[in-house]
T-cell receptor, first 112, second 108 residues
Framework: NAGVTQTPKFRILKIGQSMTLQCTQD?????MYWYRQDPGMGLKLIYYSVGAGITDKGEVPNGYNVSRSTTEDFPLRLELAAPSQTSVYFCASIQGGNTEAFFGQGTRLTVV | QKEVEQNSGPLSVPEGAIASLNCTYS??????FFWYRQYSGKSPELIMFIYSNGDKEDGRFTAQLNKASQYVSLLIRDSQPSDSATYLCAVISQNFVFGPGTRLSVLP
């Protein structure tokens, strides 16, 4: 049982480049989330999805896009990377209600 | 007002003492409340969740929820140096929102 898998674990981007952070879960969870965590800070919600085909913005969506074509996958797209997007990104999934959220191992992104 | 707030740290307690971590939330319709522990450079890991008013105990950890006051706390009894980490409060309201975290240091 793999849980939530994020790739890559580390990435260095140049300003203006684009990339996709991958997130896959094998637990058939409806809810999936993308967070960013800056040093010494909590998790800020970027985007979330309540099911395939449904996505919505969180607290800090600017500069990011997501899609949810399947229940399993919830990729996060960065267009025109900026130094302000240097952060650790976490993907999480939850079945819903009073249940545990499962986290991926995180992606450490540096934009230079 | 931020959706989820936590007492500012860092919090330092001696080994064997009780550590008390506090969290308040703004959405009165929030249903589920979680405490996560996060070690530096690692993913958050669930300590416990609570959704009914009152206390919930799991080993050395006790979560307390007061929906009328929109307050949830975590008590760690017999604190150990291995408990030194950042503790994140999370709330399910319209989505799954985290507080800024409280850094706890347990001194040997």
């Amino acid at each position: 049982n793999a849980g939530v898998t994020q790739t890559p674990k580390f990435r260095i981007l140049k300003i203006g480049q684009s990339m996709t952070l991958q997130c896959t879960q094998d637990m058939n969870h409806n809810y999936m989330y993308w967070y960013r965590q800056d040093p010494g800070m909590g998790l800020k919600l970027i985007y979330y999805s309540v099911g395939a085909g449904i996505t919505d913005k969180g607290e800090v969506p600017n500069g990011y896009n997501v899609s949810r074509s399947t229940t399993e996958d919830f990729p996060l797209r960065l267009e025109l990377a900026a130094p302000s997007q240097t952060s650790v990104y976490f993907c999480a999934s939850i079945q819903g209600g009073n249940t545990e959220a499962f986290f991926g191992q995180g992606t450490r992104l540096t934009v230079v | 007002q931020k959706e989820v707030e936590q007492n500012s740290g860092p919090l330092s307690v001696p080994e064997g003492a009780i550590a008390s971590l506090n969290c308040t939330y703004s959405d009165r319709g929030s249903q589920s409340f979680f405490w996560y522990r996060q070690y530096s450079g690692k993913s958050p890991e669930l300590i416990m969740f609570i959704y009914s008013n009152g206390d919930k105990e799991d080993g050395r950890f006790t979560a307390q929820l007061n929906k009328a006051s929109q307050y949830v706390s975590l008590l760690i009894r017999d604190s150990q140096p291995s408990d030194s980490a950042t503790y994140l409060c999370a709330v399910i309201s319209q989505n799954f929102v985290f507080g800024p975290g409280t850094r706890l240091s347990v001194l040997p």
